[in-house]
T-cell receptor, first 111, second 115 residues
Framework: NAGVTQTPKFRVLKTGQSMTLLCAQDMNHEYMYWYRQDPGMGLRLIHY???????AKGEVPDGYNVSRLKKQNFLLGLESAAPSQTSVYFC??????????FGSGTRLTVV | AQSVTQLDSHVSVSEGTPVLLRCNYSSSYSPSLFWYVQHPNKGLQLLLKYTSAATLVKGINGFEAEFKKSETSFHLTKPSAHMSDAAEYFCVVSDSSYNNNDMRFGAGTRLTVKP
């Protein structure tokens, strides 16, 4: 089925480790986004991309990096994980500026 | 900057009774407003959206919401709750009709449906 696929679905990291979350969409969408979801805070935008080769900071970008080398993929990197980055991470994509298709999320725990 | 407040963190209803999930927003412009639903361990799914057309917006699964500018509200309703409606619901506001990165999410309302 067409949609947004996130890998991995679950991960436990030790403080200071690095990792990359992968988001892939097969809908030929231009826009892609990374959000984090924390209890009682809704979703907050980390980084986003309006097209291949472009990225921009969102509301809470510190501690994260992203890359959009291919239109269908949007990678989120944590260079040195911290317990404050324990969260559920959602990727989303959209054809234009309004409306999202969300992935099913990645649950990350940093110990 | 725009913001949204969901007035109830948890709502509990009995199956077959009406659902009301409340959302107030703050915006400097004519906002776009959305309701998303999230079932356990799933991504968010768009229920409905308001983008300056009709103030009463109908969505999927029998949900609807009314944009009331004078009250800065966008409450979500459904006449009769079903067990499958149990989920987390997010109200979202955007100042821009052309830019997803301006969207702001509410903290969410968890809907419980009792048999």
């Amino acid at each position: 089925n067409a949609g947004v696929t996130q890998t991995p679905k679950f991960r436990v990291l030790k403080t200071g480790q690095s990792m990359t979350l992968l988001c892939a969409q097969d809908m030929n969408h231009e826009y892609m986004y990374w959000y984090r979801q924390d209890p009682g805070m809704g979703l907050r935008l980390i980084h986003y991309s309006v097209g291949e080769g472009t990225t921009a900071k969102g509301e809470v970008p510190d501690g994260y990096n992203v890359s959009r080398l291919k239109k269908q993929n949007f990678l989120l990197g944590l260079e040195s994980a911290a317990p404050s980055q324990t969260s559920v991470y959602f990727c989303a994509s959209s054809r234009g500026p309004i409306g999202y298709t969300f992935g099913s999320g990645t649950r990350l725990t940093v110990v | 900057a725009q913001s949204v407040t969901q007035l109830d963190s948890h709502v509990s209803v009995s199956e077959g009774t009406p659902v009301l999930l409340r959302c107030n927003y703050s915006s400097s412009y004519s906002p776009s407003l959305f309701w998303y639903v999230q079932h356990p361990n799933k991504g968010l799914q768009l229920l409905l959206k308001y983008t300056s057309a009709a103030t009463l917006v109908k969505g999927i699964n029998g949900f609807e919401a009314e944009f009331k500018k004078s009250e800065t509200s966008f409450h979500l309703t459904k006449p009769s709750a079903h067990m499958s409606d149990a989920a987390e619901y997010f109200c979202v506001v955007s100042d821009s009709s052309y830019n997803n990165n301006d969207m702001r999410f509410g903290a969410g309302t968890r809907l419980t449906v009792k048999p």
